[in-house]
């Protein structure tokens, strides 16, 4: 089982990014997929979650409007596009897939966000 998060960077406040997390190993349609954050000193943070029954999403309230979580089944992969970044959303951003029904819970080592001008 692999889940690999890619797209992070440093970038300017009010700029875009987008993360990637390709999944392998598992059937990822089926897996309930989230992004999590943690900054340095901080306990991590649910950020944005997307179902695999219907494709329904939920963001934490700081990034409700900018963040947009999304998943491409036939390519196992899920995003995080991320607009009008700030400088409080400088994190490692995670990715993790977890299923109640096969009492599964994967993790992604990380991708790091830095927001700075």
């Known amino acids: 089982v692999q889940l690999v998060e890619s797209g992070g960077g440093l970038v300017q406040p009010g700029g875009s990014l987008r993360l990637s997390c390709a999944a392998s190993?598992?059937?990822?349609?089926?897996?309930?997929m989230r992004w999590y954050r943690q900054a340095p000193g901080k306990e991590r943070e649910l950020v944005a979650s997307?179902?695999?029954?219907?494709?329904?999403?939920d963001y934490t309230d700081s990034v409700k409007g900018r963040f947009t979580i999304s998943r491409d089944n036939a390519k196992n992969t899920v995003y995080l596009q991320m607009n009008s970044l700030k400088p409080e959303d400088t994190a490692m951003y995670y990715c993790?897939?977890?299923?109640?029904?096969?009492?599964?819970?994967?993790w992604g080592q990380g991708t790091q966000v830095i927001v700075s001008s």
């Open positions: 190993g598992f059937t990822f349609s089926r897996y309930h």
């Open positions: 993790n897939a977890f299923s109640i029904a096969f009492g599964n819970d994967y």
């Open positions: 997307i179902s695999s029954a219907d494709g329904s999403t």
